[in-house]
T-cell receptor, first 112, second 109 residues
Framework: EAQVTQNPRYLITVTGKKLTVTCSQN?????MSWYRQDPGLGLRQIYYSMNVEVTDKGDVPEGYKVSRKEKRNFPLILESPSPNQTSLYFCASGTGRYGEQFFGPGTRLTVL | KQEVTQIPAALSVPEGENLVLNCSFTDSAIYNLQWFRQDPGKGLTSLLLIQSSQREQTSGRLNASLDKSSGRSTLYIAASQPGDSATYLC????????FGSGTKLNVKP
């Protein structure tokens, strides 16, 4: 089944403890991206990647890192999480920057 | 900064009614626009993608239109059903993606 998977689905952590949220897609898509969704603010793009080893900042990249060493994986790294990064995170992939986007199921992160 | 607006924020209709959801954006230099539905606690499901060169796209009871010059897209849902109840989001692609805040639709049996 064609899909985007994210792990973990739920995570509660403490301020300053480094964490990684994994994202994987099995559709051979070149384009992948990360979003956060917050009440009243909607979905905002954090980072995106056009292809392996090519990443760029979205609208709200501060406090996040990404890497794209393989086509199928695009992990989101929070080096020192803070409470304002408590949010619902979505990974997405697409056939290209101008193609249809497909979303993962989301990761609900709480930073205490 | 690009802005994408969806009106209304919430809509409640009786089953069987035809309805229109609106999405407006501030820049006509749009590459494409995608409509999604989001069910509570779930991810986003893609409904329709309209490229900037297209005027409309159809899938089943759904029809989406795009008017770049006026900065508007509409999602038309025909013969609404309770299963259509969800939040509908539009995403405009200006080389980066910008989402509207969504329209929460409730279709009453």
């Amino acid at each position: 089944e064609a899909q985007v998977t994210q792990n973990p689905r739920y995570l509660i952590t403490v301020t300053g403890k480094k964490l990684t949220v994994t994202c994987s897609q099995n559709m051979n898509h070149e384009y992948m991206s990360w979003y956060r969704q917050d009440p009243g603010l909607g979905l905002r793009q954090i980072y995106y990647s056009m292809n392996v080893e090519v990443t760029d900042k979205g609208d709200v990249p501060e406090g996040y890192k990404v890497s794209r060493k393989e086509k199928r994986n695009f992990p989101l790294i929070l080096e020192s999480p803070s409470p304002n990064q408590t949010s619902l995170y979505f990974c997405a992939s697409g056939t290209g920057r101008y193609g249809e986007q497909f979303f993962g199921p989301g990761t609900r992160l709480t930073v205490l | 900064k690009q802005e994408v607006t969806q009106i209304p924020a919430a809509l409640s209709v009786p089953e069987g009614e035809n309805l229109v959801l609106n999405c407006s954006f501030t820049d006509s230099a749009i590459y494409n626009l995608q409509w999604f539905r989001q069910d509570p606690g779930k991810g986003l499901t893609s409904l329709l993608l309209i490229q900037s060169s297209q005027r409309e796209q159809t899938s089943g009871r759904l029809n989406a239109s795009l008017d770049k010059s006026s900065g508007r897209s509409t999602l038309y849902i025909a013969a609404s059903q309770p299963g259509d109840s969800a939040t509908y989001l539009c995403a405009a692609n200006f080389n980066k993606f910008y989402f509207g805040s969504g329209t929460k639709l409730n279709v009453k049996p």
